[in-house]
């Protein structure tokens, strides 16, 4: 213990503690506390934090220390809204709103994140900018009563890297001025009321991986820069009014893997062939749309794809046995309620990842004649009035119980042999034979 003490003498000596880092700026301090008490009055912060906020603040809280010791921190980060109790934010009130504070009194905010701050009935309408021009991330989620055009929102935040605004109230048009936010690297803005057409200028993202536009009213022709996107992992249109044709220019976006376009007014085009040529797909959804046509063999190269929506789109024809062959690791294949004729490929019988199959409400024919097992529990086949079940099978679960059991003449003899060596075995070729072969001895032969 001795020996303890003497080397802090002697280090206290040696480097005298004279540069303490100086705390919070006051103005930023009071700022914060005027922020929390908005969001949630029913919280005494300034009891509960009354020491500088860098050093002990709420959770969501974050500074960053300068390298000149002279210099006071700041706040870079602001995250508001109980998320779980692994991220415990600052809770929001029902009666939250939201303090212009936040535009004036952060000068180095590279973070501003509300989760379920603002539910209440009451609008919180916004019409003006958000001056941070350091900010990197802006995120409100499921924030409905928050009300905002989107164009002044973003007009000063030419830093961003991500744009994620889910279920609240922006509306309006995506500005053209975001096509300048060049280290934007996701923007998802799903789940508002934005509308009007999308702007050629968000093919100058090139950093972009998420796009995300899902659930809104857009309308017009999904813009063809999209395919110059070349970084994107996540491309998501689906729920909207889209129209014209699916842009042929999306075959570039080799690092694709998820793709949803589903439920908006793509028609008479046909499947587009060009997903075969997107080698990292593992996601494609084309459901809602009236493509109408056939599933076009464009399986070969589509080896990685584990979902596949292709339900509601006016589909003829059979359903490509290649599908069985190639797709090894699907999980969900959805092509219900479409006008697929033919049988059910028993190569469907190889995917054995597969969770759900949903083929109902087709012109389906034939014998199905391999076990639900092999395919999952969810092997949906009803409202195929011309299949039958081979009643030699182990169904393992209900689903084939609603289809009625074959005839004994649709379902064919078990076939062990193939070629001459089955021939054999049939009792007429055997007759036959017995002939030819006693005649031949006859006539001496």
């Known amino acids: 213990m001795a020996l303890f003490f003497l080397i802090i003498a002697i280090t206290t000596t040696l480097f005298p503690l004279s540069h303490q880092q100086p705390p919070l700026d006051s103005s930023e301090q009071q700022a914060l506390y005027q922020v929390l008490h908005s969001l949630n009055p029913s919280v005494p912060w300034p009891t509960l934090?009354?020491?500088?906020?860098?050093?002990?603040?709420?959770?969501?809280?974050?500074?960053?220390?300068?390298?000149?010791?002279?210099?006071?921190?700041?706040?870079?980060?602001?995250?508001?809204?109980?998320?779980?109790?692994?991220?415990?934010?600052?809770?929001?009130?029902?009666?939250?709103?939201?303090?212009?504070?936040?535009?004036?009194?952060?000068?180095?905010?590279?973070?501003?994140?509300?989760?379920?701050?603002?539910?209440?009935t009451q609008r919180l309408t916004l019409t003006q900018a958000l001056p941070l021009p350091s900010l990197e991330e802006l995120v409100f989620i499921h924030n409905p009563s928050f009300v905002a055009p989107l164009g002044p929102f973003l007009q000063n935040l030419t830093s961003l890297r991500r744009?994620?605004?889910?279920?609240?109230?922006?509306?309006?048009?995506?500005?053209?001025?975001?096509?300048?936010?060049?280290?934007?690297?996701?923007?998802?803005?799903?789940?508002?009321?934005?509308?009007?057409?999308?702007?050629?200028?968000?093919?100058l993202l090139k950093e972009l991986k998420v796009l995300d536009l899902s659930q809104n009213r857009f309308e017009g022709c999904v813009p063809e820069?999209?395919?110059?996107?070349?970084?994107?992992?996540?491309?998501?249109?689906?729920?909207?009014?889209?129209?014209?044709?699916?842009?042929?220019?999306?075959?570039?976006?080799?690092?694709?893997?998820?793709?949803?376009?589903?439920?908006?007014?793509?028609?008479?085009?046909?499947?587009?062939?060009?997903?075969?040529?997107?080698p990292r797909l593992k996601e494609v959804y084309?459901?809602?749309?009236?493509?109408?046509?056939?599933?076009?063999?464009?399986?070969?190269?589509?080896?990685?794809?584990?979902?596949?929506?292709?339900?509601e789109m006016g589909l003829v024809g059979h359903i490509p046995p290649s599908m069985g062959v190639y797709l090894k690791k699907l999980s969900y294949l959805g092509l219900d309620n479409n006008r697929l004729d033919g049988p059910v490929p028993e190569e469907f019988g190889l995917l054995e990842f597969a969770d759900e199959i949903n083929l109902e409400n087709n012109n389906l024919s034939g014998v199905v004649s391999f076990s639900t097992k092999v395919v999952g529990q969810?092997?949906?086949?009803?409202?195929?009035?011309?299949?039958?079940?081979?009643?030699?099978?182990?169904?393992?679960?209900?689903n084939l119980d609603q289809l009625k059991p074959c005839k004994k003449t649709d379902v064919p003899d078990a076939v062990i042999f193939s070629g001459v060596s089955m021939m054999l075995f049939d009792p007429l070729v055997l007759v036959l034979v017995m002939f030819l072969g006693w005649f031949f001895v006859f006539i001496g032969f």
């Open 286 to 311: 084309l459901s809602g749309n009236s493509l109408s046509g056939v599933i076009p063999e464009i399986w070969e190269n589509l080896g990685g794809v584990e979902k596949v929506g292709f339900s």
């Open 378 to 398: 969810k092997l949906k086949l009803a409202g195929n009035t011309g299949l039958c079940v081979d009643s030699r099978i182990s169904c393992g679960s209900g």
């Open 225 to 278: 820069s999209l395919g110059n996107l070349t970084q994107l992992l996540k491309l998501d249109l689906s729920f909207n009014g889209f129209g014209c044709r699916i842009p042929e220019s999306l075959k570039h976006l080799q690092s694709l893997e998820l793709l949803d376009l589903s439920f908006n007014r793509f028609g008479n085009f046909g499947v587009p062939l060009f997903l075969g040529e997107i």
């Open 49 to 120: 934090f009354p020491d500088d906020l860098c050093l002990s603040a709420p959770h969501g809280v974050v500074c960053e220390y300068s390298t000149q010791p002279s210099q006071p921190p700041h706040i870079v980060e602001l995250s508001f809204g109980y998320v779980s109790d692994e991220t415990p934010n600052p809770p929001c009130s029902l009666n939250a709103t939201f303090n212009p504070l936040l535009f004036t009194s952060f000068p180095y905010l590279r973070k501003l994140f509300f989760y379920k701050c603002f539910n209440q």
């Open 163 to 203: 744009l994620v605004l889910i279920g609240n109230g922006f509306h309006g048009q995506v500005p053209k001025q975001v096509g300048g936010f060049v280290n934007l690297e996701e923007v998802t803005l799903s789940r508002n009321s934005l509308s009007g057409e999308v702007s050629e200028s968000l093919g």
